[in-house]
């Protein structure tokens, strides 16, 4: 595992020490992994929406059916 040095604002940090002092984790690294962890689904999720928009701008039409879409776009959401 990598090992890197961040400097966070004292909002931030207050933040993250409350977290972990109320046990919702057990270090501020396992904390900040999980958030990386949100980001990166979140970002998967927008990128695929993007293209879906892309593919339907580009052809000026879809076939999948808005709840088809919707359906995907969750399934990526839950992961």
Known sequence: MSRQSISLTEPNDEWLKAQVENKE???KSE???DLIRQA???QAQID????KLETAENSGFTNDSKESILAQSKSLLNG
């Open 48 to 51: 695929w929406i993007r293209a």
């Open 25 to 27: 984790y057990s270090s």
């Open 40 to 42: 990166r689904k979140q």
């Open 31 to 33: 904390l900040v992994n």
